[in-house]
């Protein structure tokens, strides 16, 4: 039996969450008979190494409205939203995360707001259950950073989770770049934009997929791909260690002309040189992250493999 086109499409990116599946399944099933028109969840299995694949699968052959998408392997979160992003037919996408702290009931109160006319509704974090004092802070200071360096009006204290009107989601679609930080793009394309407050619920089950250091390099993506901020402090670090090498010799000169104190020795020398080429290493490495991502970028691979899908008509699933 063909299902008709889709109003809304969920897309959601699994990475071994085979404990959290079967309560996932559960709530999104009661979402989508509290929805008003039909409604298609696509699962991205992000190369899990767990059963996560084949519980999404026996969900798939009982329930035609999950569609399922397995990549050859782990291409990260970001990416896997993507793919999700790129197979959705709905008019309205809504992106949330698997472990059930964006709480799918949410989507509700998206749709309300779509409904009024906005093309982006995004969920806006009120409280956050169960998370530690360290990143709370982390993430305070970050999403803080990152608005004051770029010239991109993101929200503060927001995720990935969101509807997507279909027009905002096709001209989203056309943005192909590797490091990708799906937040801060969604800012990028403008439109009309609001938010929906939350509380954060604890995960259900299993343990973060966001340790710290993937937690790094999405910040690090967020800062790179939306701001050269970092260059333009490479560049006034080099005026002002220049200033204050050049008063430096200045001093050393007159020292040594006219005698009036003790010019340092081989630990001062040691120590300028040190801090010298430390300095130097930490903006080649800067450039270094700049000039990679343009190398990432013209090799024009795609941005994932499709290894299987189910549920999708023959042929629709593309590898981009």
Do not use: C
């Not at 809304?8 to 699994?14: F, K, R």
């Amino acid at each position: 039996m063909n299902m008709a086109k889709p109003i809304y499409s969920l897309v959601i990116p699994i990475y071994n969450e085979e404990e959290t599946l079967p309560e996932l399944h559960r709530r999104l099933s009661e979402l989508m008979e509290r929805l008003d028109a039909e409604t298609e969840i696509i699962m991205v299995d992000d190369g899990s190494s767990d059963q996560s694949f084949q519980i999404m699968s026996d969900i798939s052959r009982r329930d035609k409205r999950f569609k399922i998408i397995q990549l050859s392997r782990n291409f990260g979160h970001q990416t896997a939203i993507t793919a999700g992003m790129d197979s959705a037919t709905g008019e309205a996408v809504i992106i949330m995360d698997a472990d059930l702290q964006d709480p799918p009931e949410v989507a509700l109160d998206m749709i309300a707001r779509w409904r009024e006319g906005y093309e982006v509704v995004y969920g806006a974090r009120d409280e956050r259950e169960g998370e530690s004092v360290f990143k709370k802070a982390t993430a305070a200071v970050f999403y803080r950073t990152l608005r004051k360096l770029t010239d991109l009006d993101i929200p503060l204290d927001v995720g990935d989770f969101r509807l997507v009107d279909r027009k905002a989601m096709d001209v989203f679609n056309t943005m192909r770049e590797h490091s990708r930080y799906v937040r801060g793009m969604f800012s990028w394309i403008g439109f009309k934009q609001t938010g929906v407050k939350y509380k954060r619920s604890s995960r259900f089950a299993g343990s973060t997929k966001y340790p710290l250091k993937k937690m790094l390099k999405l910040a690090m993506d967020g800062v790179i791909s939306f701001s050269t901020a970092p260059l333009r402090l490479a560049l006034n670090a080099g005026f002002f260690i220049a200033a204050i090498s050049f008063l430096a010799g200045t001093w050393a000169i007159f020292v040594k002309l006219f005698g009036s104190g003790v010019i340092p020795g081989w630990t001062s020398i040691l120590v300028v040189v040190s801090f010298m080429n430390g300095v130097q290493l930490i903006l080649i490495g800067l450039l270094g992250e700049y000039i990679g991502r343009i190398y990432e970028e013209v090799k024009g691979r795609p941005l994932y493999i499709v290894k299987a899908s189910r549920g999708f008509p023959e042929n629709s699933i593309s590898e981009e």
